[in-house]
Structures are given as structure tokens and as C-alpha cells.
């Protein structure tokens, strides 16, 4: 009988899901312990002991012991009343099972033996073999729980060597006992236990039944065929939990169900969170349709596992499907989805709030948010602006923007309008949502250019939206925050007109160096836009010196140079301030071509170690267009000259540099009178021809706009 001390704690434990796979022991008992010999006579003693610590100890040592002086008293502390002495007997009979030679039972390979204690005659029963057989006898003859779970966790471990004896006992043994030994040829995680298990289905049992169909599903990764023609069968099985389980393991599969079979299953509270999960998966254009039409009316977690079950169909190849069936549901989807999007988590929402509700708070608001974009649902811009104040959202929150497109522009602008301001209290810390949302409005604006819109910018006259835009843009580039600023100043690389030079020109003046550098690369893009304004505007800015810098940037954007202007590159390269010096020895170069050698000469020997990395970068690319164009010219032996000066400079910084603007080092040897070729890091091997060409890998110029 069993005992009424019998304590069971947490002893059922995890369930093995891949064969071979064994629970970690634990540490409270040290390996030392385990491992120490110990009189077979004195472990037995221990096991008495009325202290369970103590028993608990004794049972760990029994995994070195002798399997057969060993095995009645492994019995006894399988049987243990407290838990954790049962639970270290089932790890000493792992160690036991684990210490067995290899094939000491079996012939040809992968035979089986043909009963549990059998073997080849002459030869020892493994201990597995002794395990199960042992095992079995206990399941026949006791009644303790403790004992039988126990037993059944073993006889999992003994995997297929406990396969035939299982299903054998499985045809003699009656009522309770039988669905331990489906629970057992479960855990064995054998193939051969389908058999038995799928004949078990044909019971009138239903415990029985239902564990069957439980160690089914529980093979589908070893046996994924079968296991997932018999889950298929049990769908329409007669026990609304024997097609729960079929459903739950086909789901675990991802094996889709056809939706004339899943159609129906939705409808039944009990299976309709395994359908939806399953509605994901089927690839039916009815499956986003009979969602949608179920978000209209769905409350509480059901409404929570639509939009997840939608989300996913959304990724996948029937999301045009779903979109179209997001379009068409009538008004009250869509304002549904928006209320979930903006749910705080906190109660009170509905629908729904997101909590207990077996998901992700915030990933449930960004998969509503996505879908309400999707419907193109009123308010969802909205939601997609307040959703870029959280960082976890920022990314949904963005993508929403972009699904939406122009019809996001008057909820970003109604935002930027609020919080783009000279007094910092306004926008302190929503600094990086309002970036964001520049770079939001900036894109949906170039991506109506690219469609031909009316009205978007370089197609026509602005419409009165997206003008609003570009002045909200403008008056970004003097905030207080220099995310916004930056930000601003790309944005009008991409959307600002002619008029925006003198805006620029004055931010690469500005105190803080990102916001300089992002104005130089506002200036080369606008430059490249706008050409001939550009030529006429670099002829103003070389007349102060003040402005030398922005008119470096103009002309290496144009690509370009008269006389005039190559004389001012020049003498800006050698006199000017650090930043027009860099400025104007990348321009020179890419302006000058060959004839700007020699002013990389000089500028290789700058004190500024700015300006000395832009002459070996900007040398490293002229080297690549000369080897290009004149392979055997006189201007390119003298780039090679110079290559070889940067190496001998010993500076690695100078040589990564040049190597990054597209110089060969170790493809084009020798380089230098000794013949040592050179060793610098990222080098390209292969011939003289393999040479990078401009810009490859040295990056875009300075002031460039990718």
C-alpha cells in the first residue's frame, strides 16, 4: 500500500523530448560523493537511516556499485517517502545504465536483445536489462506512487532496450498499471513503441487513450512521419482531448492543418487556442479571413491569440491575404486593434490589456499595431507615434509608419509640431523618438518621390503637407538635443531644396562635432541634387575663409574642378584649419586626379593626424584609378612611390588607410628596392588587377550621403 508519509514533491520532473537526453543532477551533492566507493553493506545501512539527507546520500553512491548486489536496494530507495531520495536513485541508475559496456548484450549491430534479462548465452544481462525487469516486477506488486513514478521515469531511461518488455507487460497488466506503461513507452523515445502506443488508441479507456495519444505526440521529432499521420487521424477522434493533444502536437510540428478540418475546431472553447495556433500555420486564403471576422467579437485572451495567429500569417505567404482581409473588416477591427496597440498593461483596456494573458505585453501591442497599420485602422498613426516614446517599440512603431505611408505624415507632423522647440523642457527625453520620427517622415516623404506622387519633392511644387514637413525639418537643425539636430540635417540631404545651402553651410560651423559632420554630409547631398546651385554657391564660399571648409565639401561632391578652384583646394590643403585641410585633400584628389600627387605628398607629412589619414585614404584610391585606367603610366609609379612612403612611415593607422582606399598591398609587389613585400592588415591577394576601385573599401568621400 501506499505510505502515508508518502511526500511526491516536484518528482515528475522533466520530460525527456530527444532520445539519449538526460536531465542535469543536481549539485548539492558533490561529484566526490558519487564517485567515492562505499561498502555495499554500509549504503544499505544508510538507506535505514531515519535522516533522509543521509539516505539521500547513500542512494547517490549506488550509481558506482555493483548493478547486481545493488539493484534491491536501488528498489528500496526508488520507493523512498521523500522525494529527493527517489530522485537521486533515479540519477544512480542513469550513471548505472551509463556506465554498461557498449553492446555487452547485443550482437549485430542494433539488434535487440529478446527479452529484458536475456542475452546472448554466456553472456551478463546489461544493466538496463536488470533495471527493467526489476522495475517491472515493482510496477505489478506495489502500490506506491512514489515507487511507481519513479519506476516509470527509469524504465524511460532504459530507453529501447525497455521496448519489448514494456510491451509485453502492456498486454498483461490491467487498469492503472497499463497507462504507467504507455507513460514509460513514451519516455523511451523509441520509434518501435508507435506500434503498441497507436493500438492503444483503439482502447475504451480513456485514461489510456489519452496517455497514448500524449507519447505520440511527444515523438514527433524522431519519428516526424508517422507521428504526424497519426495526429492527423486523431483530429476527428471521438475525445475532445485525445484531439487537443493531436493538435497541440501537430502545432509543435508546424505541420499545417487543412482548414475544412481546423474550420470547425475553432468554434469549440476548449480547442480553439490550439486552432488559432494552428490557424498561423495553415495556408488556406480563408484561414486570415475567418480570423479577422473572429477579432470582432473575440474578448480577452482569445482576442490575444488572434493577433498573434494573424501576426504570424501577416510574415508569411498568405500576408497579402490577410491584409486584403484586414481592409475589407468593417470599422470596429481596426479600432480594436489601434485600443489594443495603445493598452498600457495595466488593467482596465479592453481589449484587452495584455496581462495573464499568456503573452508578451509588449510584443502583443506590436503585433496589433503592425496588423491595425496594416488595416490602415483611424488612430493608427496616432498609436505609431505615441508607440516611438518606448524603446521596445520603436522598431514596430516604425515599420507601423511605413506601412502607413503619407497617411502617417499629419500624426508625425502634429507630434514634431508639439516638441520641436528651442526650450529644451519641451522634448527632454523624447529626444530619440523624435529623431525618429524625422527619419520616419523624411522616408515616407522620398518614398512618395519615388513613386511619382504630385507634390512630393522632386516632382513637382510641394503640397501643403509635405511643406509643412520640410519646415518642420528646418527648424530641427537648431535643436537644443543632437540627436534631433543630426537627424534633421540628413533629412534635408534627402528632401530640402536650393534654399537650404545657407542653412547647412551655417551647421558646419557648429559647436558640436556630430552635428558639423552631419551637416557635411548634408552638404554634399544637397550638392548632388542640386548641381549647377551648388557650382555657383562653392564660388561664394571660396571668397572667406570662414566658409573654406563648406566649399571643400561642394566641390569634391560635384566631382569636378576648374583651374581656379584646384588652386584654392591646393593652397586650403597646405593653410587652412584642420577640418578645411581634410576637406580639401579628399576634394583635391577626387577633383584633381594625378594631378593632386602632390599635394597628397605634403599633406602625408601634416602635423594633424586627421588630415594625414585622409591623404593615405584619398592616395589609396587615386593608386586604384590609376592602376585602372593607366597601368603602366608615370602618375601611377609615382602613386607607388608614395604607397611606399606610407609603409615605411611606420605609422599602422597611415597603411590600414590607404589599404582601405583601395591600395593593393599585398597583391602588388615589390615596394621597394629590397623587394620585401608588404604585410598590411586587410590586405587583398590575388594579381596587380585585384586592386579595390575608388571607394569600394575605403568608404564614401567625406561629406558623401549613402
Known amino acids: ?253 508546424e505541420a499545417p492543418v487543412p482548414w475544412r478540418v481546423l474550420s470547425p475546431l475553432i468554434d469549440d472553447p476548449i480547442l480553439r487556442s490550439a486552432a488559432l495556433v494552428a490557424a498561423a500555420l495553415a495556408e488556406s486564403p480563408e484561414a486570415p479571413r475567418a480570423l479577422v471576422a473572429a477579432l470582432a467579437t473575440a474578448r480577452g485572451g482569445a482576442f490575444a491569440q488572434l493577433v498573434r495567429a494573424l501576426a504570424r500569417l501577416a510574415e508569411g505567404p498568405l500576408a497579402q491575404h490577410a491584409v486584403e482581409a484586414l481592409r475589407a473588416a468593417p470599422i470596429e477591427v481596426g479600432a480594436r486593434l489601434v485600443q489594443a496597440a495603445a493598452a498600457q498593461g495595466s488593467g482596465g483596456a479592453e481589449p484587452p490589456s495584455w496581462r495573464g494573458l499568456g503573452a508578451d505585453p509588449v510584443s502583443g501591442r506590436a503585433q496589433a499595431l503592425v496588423l491595425a497599420a496594416m488595416a490602415r485602422a483611424p488612430g493608427a498613426a496616432d498609436a505609431a507615434v505615441q508607440a516611438m516614446i518606448e524603446p521596445a517599440l520603436v522598431e514596430t512603431a516604425q515599420r507601423a509608419l511605413g506601412l502607413l505611408g503619407g497617411e502617417a505624415l499629419p500624426a508625425v507632423l502634429a507630434y514634431l509640431d508639439r516638441h520641436v522647440d528651442p526650450d529644451p523642457d519641451l522634448w527632454e527625453g523624447l529626444d530619440d523618438a523624435t529623431a525618429a520620427l524625422i527619419d520616419g517622415a523624411v522616408a515616407i516623404a522620398r518614398q512618395r518621390a519615388r513613386e511619382g506622387e504630385p507634390g512630393a519633392p522632386g516632382v513637382g511644387r510641394l503640397d501643403p503637407q509635405l511643406d509643412e514637413l520640410l519646415g518642420a525639418v528646418r527648424r530641427s537643425v537648431k535643436s537644443p538635443s543632437t540627436l534631433v539636430a543630426t537627424s534633421a540635417l540628413y533629412g534635408l540631404a534627402k528632401i530640402g531644396t536650393a534654399d537650404d545651402f545657407s ?18 554630409s548634408a552638404l554634399a547631398g544637397l550638392s548632388e541634387r542640386y548641381p549647377e546651385a551648388a557650382r555657383a554657391l562653392a564660388r561664394r564660399l571660396m571668397q572667406a575663409e570662414e566658409t573654406h571648409l563648406a566649399a571643400a565639401i561642394v566641390i569634391e ?12 583646394l591646393t593652397g586650403v590643403a597646405s593653410a587652412g584649419d584642420v577640418r578645411a585641410r581634410r576637406a580639401a585633400v579628399t576634394a583635391v584628389a577626387a577633383a584633381a586626379g594625378a594631378s593632386a600627387l602632390e599635394v597628397l605628398s605634403l599633406s602625408l607629412a601634416d602635423e594633424e593626424r586627421e588630415v594625414r589619414l585622409a591623404a593615405a585614404r584619398a592616395l589609396g584610391r587615386l593608386y586604384a584609378s590609376l592602376t585602372e585606367s593607366s597601368p603602366a603610366g608615370d602618375d601611377r609609379v609615382r602613386a607607388r612611390e608614395l604607397l611606399g612612403l606610407v609603409r615605411a612611415s611606420g605609422e599602422p593607422e597611415l597603411v590600414t588607410a590607404a589599404a582601405q582606399g583601395g591600395a593593393p598591398f599585398r597583391s602588388d609587389p615589390p615596394w621597394s628596392e629590397a623587394g620585401d613585400r608588404l604585410s598590411a592588415p586587410g590586405s587583398i591577394e590575388g594579381g596587380e588587377g585585384s586592386a579595390s576601385t575608388p571607394g569600394t573599401s575605403g568608404g564614401p568621400p567625406s561629406g558623401k550621403v549613402q
Open 1 to 253: 500500500m501506499s505510505r502515508a508519509s508518502d511526500d511526491l514533491g516536484p518528482f515528475s520532473g522533466p520530460r525527456v523530448s530527444d532520445a539519449n537526453l538526460w536531465p542535469t543532477e543536481p549539485d548539492s551533492i558533490s561529484p566526490s560523493v558519487r564517485s567515492t566507493p562505499m561498502p555495499i553493506a554500509a549504503i544499505a545501512a544508510a538507506l535505514d537511516a531515519d535522516d533522509a539527507e543521509e539516505r539521500r546520500q547513500a542512494a547517490a553512491r549506488l550509481g558506482r556499485a555493483d548493478i547486481t548486489e545493488a539493484l534491491p536496494l536501488l528498489l528500496r530507495a526508488l520507493g523512498d517517502p521523500d522525494w529527493r531520495v527517489r530522485k537521486e536513485a533515479t540519477y544512480a541508475c542513469h550513471r548505472l545504465i551509463q556506465a554498461a559496456p557498449a553492446g555487452s548484450i547485443q550482437g549485430a549491430e542494433g539488434e535487440r536483445p529478446s527479452a529484458p534479462q536475456g542475452g546472448a548465452e554466456g553472456e551478463r544481462p546489461s544493466a538496463s536489462q536488470l533495471l527493467v525487469g526489476a522495475v517491472l516486477d515493482a510496477l505489478r506488486t506495489s502500490d506506491d506512487v512514489g515507487l511507481r513514478n519513479a519506476a516509470i521515469e527509469v524504465l524511460g531511461y532504459c530507453g529501447r532496450d525497455a521496448t519489448p518488455a514494456l510491451v509485453v507487460a502492456l498486454g498483461e497488466l490491467a487498469g492503472d498499471e497499463r497507462k504507467l506503461v504507455v507513460d514509460a513507452l513514451g519516455r523511451t523515445r523509441d520509434p518501435a513503441a508507435l506500434d503498441a502506443l497507436y493500438a492503444a488508441l483503439a482502447e475504451q479507456d480513456d485514461n489510456l487513450r489519452q496517455s497514448a495519444i500524449e507519447a505520440i505526440s511527444g515523438m514527433g521529432l524522431i519519428a516526424r512521419e508517422r507521428v504526424t499521420d497519426i495526429l492527423y487521424e486523431r483530429l476527428s477522434d471521438r475525445d475532445r482531448f485525445v484531439r487537443l493533444t493531436a493538435l497541440n502536437g501537430l502545432n509543435g510540428l
Open 503 to 520: 542653412l547647412v553651410v551655417s551647421q558646419t560651423r557648429a559647436f558640436s562635432l556630430p552635428v558639423a559632420r552631419a551637416a557635411e
Open 557 to 568: 561632391a560635384l566631382g569636378s574642378a576648374d583651374p581656379e578652384e584646384i588652386a584654392f
